[in-house]
């Protein structure tokens, strides 16, 4: 982002910043829930492979935008085919998962998220410190790399279906969230989504920015997100482990708890190596609490 914001010949404002990273989740949202109806008609390898060339050819475009309009539209689309992947290879993975061992199993997998959101920060902080952004962008097209092992995934589930949740042995749909005594859980579980995914999108989004603004250099402001994603690696399989072991609500509440005390402590801000430490504990935290 501040490579972006200092581009020559492109006049580009935070508030510009704002809207592209307002605009790609609204597309990622819209693509989480296609990725339903998606699945139903093609499969879900298909669709993960699918969605991966989508990915990868508009983050592509993107990294070769000659405007700010066009490269606003590519990574608006990417958000798109994001936003199908993720629920998609996580449906994935909890069906063909163990119970007892679900929620570690499943928090490995995501931790691949925060670990690409690790190598972005430290490729942008190699190649964008002259004010490269395309680059580090560019690299995000080697998501193409991953189809053909996708296309071998199989689409049926290992566990036996009395295992199962019983959403999944009905097949599912939107109004068995609200069945019985489920509005009341649903709601809570979207507040707290929604509020652990405002902490690690508005990080992934500005926290560069943040750290430049606050006197540190453009390599070091950029160490800050590879720092945060590390947390988000160890705090999936830590609270992955746990979760299964102590219960989702004690282990989701307590990383909650962490999290908003550690970026409460960032607001004051702390001494570089402190910073680091508080950095990595919300990412541990808010992103070990949404898985």
Known sequence: MPALLSYPGWDVTPADVGTIGALTLLAMAIGAVAA????????????????????????????????????????????????????????????????????????????????????????????????????????????????????????????????????????????????????????????????????????YTWLPSIMQATGYGLASAVAFLAILNLGGVVGMLVSGWAADRLGVRVVGGMACLLGGLAIGLLSLRPPTALGYVLVAVAGMSAIGAQV
């Open 36 to 203: 339903g109806s998606l699945t139903r008609r093609l499969g879900r390898s298909r669709v993960l492979a699918v969605c991966l060339c989508w990915f990868s050819v508009t983050v592509a475009a993107a990294a070769m935008a000659p405007t700010e309009l066009l490269f606003a539209s590519g990574r608006v689309l990417a958000g798109f085919g994001l936003g199908c992947l993720l629920p998609v290879a996580s449906a994935l993975v909890l069906d063909n998962a163990a119970p007892a061992r679900r929620t570690l199993v499943y928090g490995v997998m995501f931790s691949a998220y925060p670990c690409g959101g690790m190598v972005a920060g430290i490729a942008a902080g190699q190649l964008g410190l002259d004010g490269d952004f395309r680059t580090p962008l560019a690299l995000g097209a080697l998501a193409l790399l991953a189809v053909p092992a996708v296309l071998r995934l199989r689409d049926v589930a290992s566990v036996p279906p009395d295992q199962k949740d019983p959403l999944r042995r009905s097949g599912g749909s939107a109004a068995d969230l609200f069945a019985e005594r489920g509005v009341y859980r649903t709601v809570l579980l979207w507040m707290a989504t929604f509020m652990c995914l405002l902490v690690i999108y508005g990080l």
